[in-house]
C-alpha cells in the first residue's frame, strides 16, 4: 500500500518483541531484519537496506548450517540492493553467491534457481554486457518450463 513508515513500525516492533522472547541469535531476528530491509529498499533508503539485510545474514550464518536455503534470500536481496545502487560487480557477486546455495539446497528445477538465473541476467543486463544477459535469462526460462505451469506469471518476467 506503500505505507512504509506504518510497516517499519511494525517490523520494528516484531523485532522488540522477539528480542524479549526468544534466544539471541535465533532465526526469527533474521527474517525481521529482512523484512526491515525490505521496506527501507521500497523506500529508496538502500544503505539503510543493506545494513538491515547484511545484519540479517550475520544471524544466519550464526544460527543456521552452511548453504542453508535461507543464505540466498539474504544473497539475492543484498544483491538487489547493489542493482539498485549501481554497484554492479558487488550485486553480481552477490547474486552468484545465492545462485550457489540455490543449486546446493534446492532441486535443480526448483523455481528459485530460475529467479537467481533471472536475477543474475538483470545485473548483466544492467552492465551492458547483454550475450551473458540473455544466457542467464534462458537458463531461467529453461527451468520454468519444467517447474511451473504453462501459465505461471514468472514466465512474463523471462520473456519480458
Known amino acids: 500500500m ?3 513508515s506504518k510497516a517499519l513500525s511494525s517490523y520494528e516492533r516484531s523485532l522488540e518483541i522477539r528480542k524479549i522472547v526468544l534466544p539471541p541469535n535465533h532465526p526469527d ?9 525490505a521496506v527501507y529498499g521500497n523506500m529508496g533508503e538502500y544503505s539503510k ?9 550475520e544471524i544466519r550464518k550464526i544460527a543456521l ?7 540466498a534470500q539474504s544473497y539475492n536481496n543484498i544483491g538487489a ?3 539498485n545502487m549501481d554497484e554492479y560487480s558487488k550485486a553480481l557477486s552477490s547474486c552468484e553467491r545465492s545462485l550457489e546455495i540455490r543449486k546446493i539446497a534446492l532441486p535443480p528445477n526448483h523455481p528459485d534457481v530460475a529467479q537467481s538465473y533471472n536475477n543474475i541476467g538483470l ?3 544492467n ?7 540473455l544466457s542467464s535469462y534462458e537458463r531461467a526460462l529453461e527451468i520454468r518450463k519444467i517447474a511451473l505451469p504453462p501459465n505461471h506469471p ?3 518476467q523471462s520473456y519480458n
Open 49 to 57: 537496506a543493506l545494513s538491515s539485510y547484511e545484519r540479517a545474514l
Open 127 to 133: 552492465m551492458g554486457e547483454y550475450s551473458k544477459a
Open 65 to 71: 548450517p552452511p548453504n542453508h536455503p535461507d543464505f
Open 154 to 156: 514468472d514466465f512474463a
Open 29 to 37: 531476528f533474521a527474517q525481521s531484519y529482512n523484512n526491515i530491509g
Open 81 to 83: 540492493v547493489y542493482g
Open 123 to 125: 545485473v548483466y543486463g
Open 2 to 4: 506503500g505505507e512504509y
